[in-house]
């Protein structure tokens, strides 16, 4: 197979099946063993080079057949589709819409891998005044252009230990909905602690949407997240997440986790949160540098062969009727984003921003107390100069990153986080590649889990073709 021809196909072995991704189409197919050992020869225009190379373990008939079949997929642009174009929007100025409000630099737990330095953020301690979180609404209105439907989310340090800066500002949000037509989607992050009866009747009377902070087993979050005091937190943050989401029904929240060098068994901990009746669940690589916690290359078999076993995890409790969302496992295959979202990703730095407790914007949450990349304000606008770094992000998708555009994740992942590039790398268009490595694996995982599930439930029509586009 020639190279060019290469670029556009990736085809792996995960948890036992053949599966084969037309990466431009995003089309996925699961194969049989013979279909995947052609593959090592295909290019569309080569049959008779394929027959010599495989006669001795094939039948030229059934290869012939297959042939046949792979041809198909290419008259429906299902296999070798052409590239996709650059849309002309990522030369245009970017609409606003997400905000992140930095609500508290501040904390009331001392995670040990925290990257926002337990809410300082290399920086003081401080509040988000309501001056500043209305002038943020006002910010992102003006910013939105026609757009209708618009993002806030409060975050922190822990933004329940500004609980009145949180209802002043969706107070404003509700008096400007109805003054502009726009709506807005509110998401508040928490570690739990300070949940209480009052303030989770308030979050799920204002419908705002709750990520809930823990890092799953007693004893891996009673490590890694401690409270001021260095006492342990678990018992008391999973009563608090218990009674919030019951009160809510069970909706509108997902729970996340972090693993770290500490617990690479972290399927245990996913276990433990789905255990514990939480069933809309993610579990996080952390990301530092120069930590005993961090992540290294070393670790990548380990961490392989953990999402391996998560997978079939995951599998098993769906078929045990007691499946739950795994957010990196959720993908919709036949109608994912648009162009534009798989090629820009998050929208950080252009369509997205954080808004520091002063007021200063920032790239992204990860980016706040990074001086380089302070943008300007939300009384003031950008300053001088920062429309050169709005545009260089806007202008990052993954076709303009040289070790991304031939990768075969490049449409799921959009060229991964800009903030970890530039931990790493000092530039967001060069991408961490430890993370890169986890994402890859993590996608192989969640398209064979997607894969299964799809035959699975043709299986149950006593349906069992030999090959499923799903």
Request: charged share 30%; glycine share 8%; with cysteine.
């Amino acid at each position: 197979m020639n190279k060019e021809m290469r670029t556009k196909i990736h085809k792996f072995v995960q948890n036992g099946m053949y599966i084969l991704l037309d990466i431009n189409s995003g089309a996925v197919h699961v194969i049989d063993e013979m279909i995947y050992d052609i593959m090592d020869y295909f290019d569309g225009e080569n049959d008779s080079e394929v027959l010599t190379a495989l006669a001795d373990k094939y039948s030229e008939e059934d290869m012939k057949e297959a042939l046949s079949e792979l041809h198909a997929l290419m008259d429906l642009n299902q296999l070798f589709a052409p590239d996709i174009d650059v849309p002309p929007t990522f030369k245009a100025k970017g609409l606003v819409k997400s905000l992140c409000l930095m609500t508290a630099h501040d904390c009331n737990m001392r995670c040990k891998y925290c990257f926002g330095d337990t809410g300082e953020y290399g920086g003081e301690r401080q509040m988000m005044s309501e001056e500043v979180g209305r002038a943020a609404v006002d910010y992102i209105i003006s910013h939105s252009g026609l757009r209708k439907h618009c993002e806030i989310d409060f975050f922190g340090g822990e933004p329940l230990i500004n609980m009145p800066l949180v209802k002043a500002v969706t107070e404003y949000v509700r008096k400007r909905e109805k003054e502009t037509g726009k709506e807005f989607k509110l998401t508040l992050t928490t570690n739990g602690l300070a949940l209480n009866d009052d303030n989770i009747k308030w979050l799920n009377d204002n419908n705002i949407s709750l990520v809930l902070s823990t890092d799953g087993r007693k004893e891996t979050h009673d490590n890694m997240r401690p409270d001021c005091g260095g006492q342990p937190t678990y018992d008391k943050i999973m009563k608090n997440f218990r009674k919030c989401v019951d009160a809510r029904n069970g909706e509108n929240y997902y729970m996340r986790g972090t693993y770290t060098a500490e617990n690479l068994d972290f399927t245990e901990d996913v276990k433990a949160m789905a255990d514990a009746g939480f069933d809309i669940l993610s579990m996080e690589p952390v990301v530092l540098k120069d930590s005993p916690y961090a992540l290294t290359d070393d670790m990548l078999p380990e961490i392989f062969a953990e999402y391996d076993r998560l997978t079939e995890f995951y599998l098993k409790r769906h078929r045990e009727g007691k499946g739950f969302f795994f957010f990196h496992f959720n993908m919709d295959l036949s109608n994912g984003p648009c162009v534009a979202k798989r090629l820009a990703g998050c929208g950080s730095g252009h369509e997205y921003y954080a808004v520091a407790a002063n007021g200063d914007l920032y790239p992204c949450h990860q980016f706040v107390g990074r001086k380089k990349y302070k943008l300007g304000d939300v009384f003031n606008d950008l300053d001088d100069g920062a429309e050169e770094i709005t545009s260089y992000f806007r202008e990052s998708h993954v076709l303009n990153k040289e070790k991304c555009r031939d990768c075969w994740a490049k449409f799921f992942c959009s060229g991964g986080c800009h903030a970890n590039a530039d931990l790493f790398n000092g530039d967001i268009r060069i991408p961490y590649e430890t993370g890169c490595a986890i994402q890859k694996k993590r996608l192989e995982c969640a398209l064979a889990v997607q894969a299964t599930l799809a035959l699975e439930k043709i299986q149950t029509k006593e349906f069992n073709p030999a090959s499923v586009n799903c």
